[in-house]
């Protein structure tokens, strides 16, 4: 399933979907480049679960934790230097757990990442505007705004 995302707030909501229909054990795996959108993803996937608390990205921290309708943890593994460092956080806890895990840059982890999981890749779909003159007509997106085409995301999703 390919979703086409317009802008933050499109990519807010389709988190939304993700969270309000999230069931307990459910793990979320997010890959994209820096910047691509997997922190607006989370944010917005974490009030579909009913998080009311302000939801930052754990960076440097690896984990947050948040109550909603079910418990939500949210890993981002970037800095992650060894697949140690999960250990030591207790990581089967969180992915055999009764919550809802949600991890940006699980491709860094892939090993440890159950079957069954559902992978989320976001890539940018605005590289065309970069470095050059734009004509919306000629590249055949004269219906999309500009600044709109700059934000354009490709969301896939993919069981497995
Ligand atoms: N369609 C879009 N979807 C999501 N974010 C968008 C979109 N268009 C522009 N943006 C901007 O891109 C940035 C995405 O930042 P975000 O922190 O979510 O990325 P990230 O993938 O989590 O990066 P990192 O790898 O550093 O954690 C935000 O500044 C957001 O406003
Ligand atoms: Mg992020």
Redesign the pocket.
Known sequence: MIYN????N???EIGYEFGKNAKPGDIFC?C????????????GFAKGLGVKSLVT?P?FTLINQYEGTLPFYHF?V?RIESAREMDELGFEEFFYGDGVCLI??ADVIKDIIPKGSTWIN?SYGGEKLTGGCVNPVQNGINSIPVESY????QIEVVAC
């Open positions: 995302s317009l802008s933050e499109d990519t807010t997010l994209g480049n820096l910047g691509s959108g997997k922190t607006v993803f989370a944010k990205s960076t981002d970037y940006e840059w976001i700059s934000a354009k995301r």
